[in-house]
């Protein structure tokens, strides 16, 4: 079989489908133009399909695997870990489930590995918005909350810190208008650190591109970049990064929730056509992964001593301090969680794509096709809960 590194020169040489491959590179562009720019997006290429299934109209299905391989896109991040988990421990094996993982270091380039149908399906976070919105796959889990773990830092000697709590509601949040004016963000595009920082110069009127500056660079390359002195400020996304930031001196600006003024879930997506084809090998993909999410939400120290291992060895160095932060504050999604009535699927990923649309990020339709891409059915036939929808 393919290593991991054989799977990412198939995935990034697209050698199959040349012509995928430029509908890929156009859409990440378009995109990431209009999430820079603060405009228009991808335009009528990226506008859902009048005869793509919608979210929940998925219900078509084999009574067994298709006997395929399911080609899965993971980070080396929490969001990933109950997949990883899952197919390591046997669980795919046990329902009959073929699972091939592809490793990457963000959401970005996943969506382009979808939109060149390399992948079939991915865990994800915020940057599944844009798969979403384009009309390409459908939100049929979620994985695991953000927790504390989401920040935007500023050395201790930029000016944003002169001011306070001048945005109602947020008391504790830092920033003003005139000192943000100018200010370079360091992190990766359309991620969630890319939300975060677009939603917080938002309060204070201040559009990318013409007010201050988002440079793309992914997790690692910002951290190092911006503890040697580069930019202003950056966006993190993840203990491991909070503590390099704390370890150095820099300062919290403001969190996930003081910019956007909600919470956030991760999780997975899976092309349309798959689902229309392969509906039941995404059903017990969820099924081993929630059993394996349950099994390490219900013991830390077995998940403290996978993810450090696997972190590791996938270019995530980690600290065990590190991780303690993660497992006390960031929550798997359980059976049990979603049981909860006051759970909302796709509640996060719904007011992003709303908020990307209220800024010129994408358009008002693809908004819409991120709300009816929450497709509750697939949790429903995997583990025979009924859950509500955002709208």
């Known amino acids: 079989g393919e290593n991991v590194l054989q799977k990412k020169e198939r995935l990034y040489g697209m050698k199959k489908n040349m012509v995928k491959r430029l509908f890929s590179v156009l859409m990440a562009s378009a995109i990431m133009a209009g999430a820079l720019n603060g405009c228009g997006s991808s335009g009528e290429d990226a506008k859902k399909p009048d005869d793509a299934p ?32 899952a197919k390591e421990k046997g669980y795919f094996d046990d ?6 993982l592809v490793v990457f270091p963000n959401g970005s380039p996943e969506n382009e590995g979808l939109a060149a149908e390399q992948l079939d399906v991915a865990s ?26 989401t920040w935007i830092y500023a050395r201790p000697d930029n000016p944003v810190f002169q001011h306070k709590g001048e945005i109602e509601g947020r008391p504790d949040m830092y920033g003003s208008a005139d000192t943000l004016k100018g200010q370079k963000i360091l992190g990766p595009t359309r991620t969630i650190q890319q939300h975060m920082a677009a939603a917080y110069m938002n309060q204070f ?79 017990l993909l969820l099924k081993g992964m929630y059993k394996a999410s349950e099994e390490l939400q219900n013991n830390p120290e077995t998940r403290k001593e996978f993810s450090y291992k696997f972190y590791n060895d996938n270019g995530k160095t980690t600290s065990e301090e590190a991780l303690d932060q993660e497992i006390a504050s960031r929550t798997y999604v359980t059976p049990e969680y979603m049981k909860d009535d006051n759970y909302v699927m796709g509640f996060g990923m719904v007011n992003t794509g709303k908020f990307f649309a209220s800024i010129g990020t994408i358009e008002e339709s693809q908004a819409e096709n991120v709300q009816s891409a929450i497709d509750n059915s697939l949790i429903k036939d995997a583990l025979g809960i009924e859950v509500k929808t955002a709208n």
């Open 54 to 85: 919608k979210g929940g109209d998925t219900s078509a299905s084999a009574d067994k695997p298709s006997g395929k391989p399911l080609v899965v896109g993971v980070q080396s991040s929490i969001i990933s870990v109950p997949i990883v988990y």
């Open 95 to 100: 329902l009959g489930l073929d699972v091939e």
């Open 124 to 149: 994800n976070g915020l940057a599944s918005v844009f798969s979403m919105a384009s009309g390409l796959c459908a939100w049929v889990g979620e994985t695991d909350t953000i927790g504390d773990s």
């Open 205 to 283: 009127g201040l559009s990318a591109g013409k007010d201050y500056e988002f440079l793309n660079m992914d997790n690692s390359a910002a951290a190092q970049a911006f503890l040697a002195g580069q930019g202003d400020m950056i966006g993190v996304a993840d203990f491991s990064f909070v503590e390099q930031m704390e370890k150095a001196g820099m300062k919290r600006v403001a969190s996930y929730q003081e910019a956007t003024g909600g919470e956030f879930l991760n999780g997975i997506l899976a092309r349309y056509d798959v689902l229309k084809d392969r509906r039941e090998d995404v059903v």
